[in-house]
């Protein structure tokens, strides 16, 4: 099946400090990838839905400025959380989504934890 | 509004006994429906979908799901629980659109006792 690698799985930084994760799609190309932060115990949040070529469409209550995606090329989207704070500590899952499959392949997931 | 409901926080059931775990939707047009499952601090994996056809689709590790269009429902289901089937379970559905975005339940915790 597809592969998504998303990294780091982890990662620990300082409040005020920005943070990088990279989602990409090993064996696929992925014209559109979405990002999503999950709660402990909750569902997963879509957060933005990331074009390649064009900038990410974010979903209401999502501060762009905030959350930066690039989506520079049809395999690789990243996530930069800027000037983390502790409530922004969560677990941050992609997904690539594969037109021919009519499916969506998910990255293994960061755990971000900011002090 | 899209959404989709999972109904049961937690389902227990006993190793090598039928499970089930619930799912109904109110998305507007056809649209394409998914099982995923995710073990802890990992990413959700591919368990079936359904985009036409037989209502009744078989997915990855045993496990099967129904379409019902009448009750809007596309249940999970396994004929012989295994313990290793342990996990949080998610049903999605997807609406054909240019955005392809993916609506999730909250999920259910699956337990499988020996």
């Known amino acids: 099946g597809a592969v998504v690698s998303q990294h780091p799985s982890w990662v620990i930084c300082k409040s005020g400090t920005s943070v990088k994760i990279e989602c990409r799609s090993l064996?696929?190309?992925?014209?559109?990838m979405f990002w999503y932060r999950q709660f402990p115990k909750q569902s997963l949040m879509l957060m933005a839905t990331?074009?390649?070529?064009?900038?990410?469409?974010?979903e209401q209550g999502v501060e762009k400025d905030k959350f930066l995606i690039n989506h520079a090329s049809l395999t690789l989207s990243t996530l930069t959380v800027t000037s983390a704070h502790p409530e922004d500590s969560s677990f941050y899952i992609c997904?690539?989504?594969?037109?021919?499959?009519?499916?969506?392949?998910f990255g293994q997931g960061t755990r971000l934890t900011v002090v | 509004a899209q959404s989709v409901a999972q109904p049961e926080d937690q389902v227990n059931v006993a190793e090598g006994n039928p499970l089930t775990v619930k799912c109904t939707y109110s998305?507007?047009?056809?649209?394409?429906l998914f099982w995923y499952v995710q073990y802890p601090n990992r990413g959700l994996q591919f368990l079936l979908k359904?985009?036409?056809?037989?209502?009744l689709v078989k997915g990855s590790y045993g496990f099967e799901a129904e379409f019902n269009k009448s009750q809007t429902s596309f249940h999970l289901k396994k004929p012989s629980a295994l313990v290793s089937d342990s996990a949080l379970y998610f049903c999605?559905?997807?609406?054909?659109?240019?955005?392809?975005?993916?609506?999730f339940g909250s999920g259910t915790k699956l337990n499988v006792k020996p």
């Open positions: 064996d696929f190309q992925a014209t559109t």
């Open positions: 998305v507007s047009g056809n649209p394409y």
């Open positions: 997904s690539a989504y594969w037109v021919r499959k009519t499916e969506a392949f």
């Open positions: 999605a559905v997807r609406r054909p659109s240019y955005f392809n975005k993916f609506y």
């Open positions: 990331s074009n390649e070529g064009s900038k990410a469409t974010y």
């Open positions: 359904y985009i036409t056809g037989d209502n």
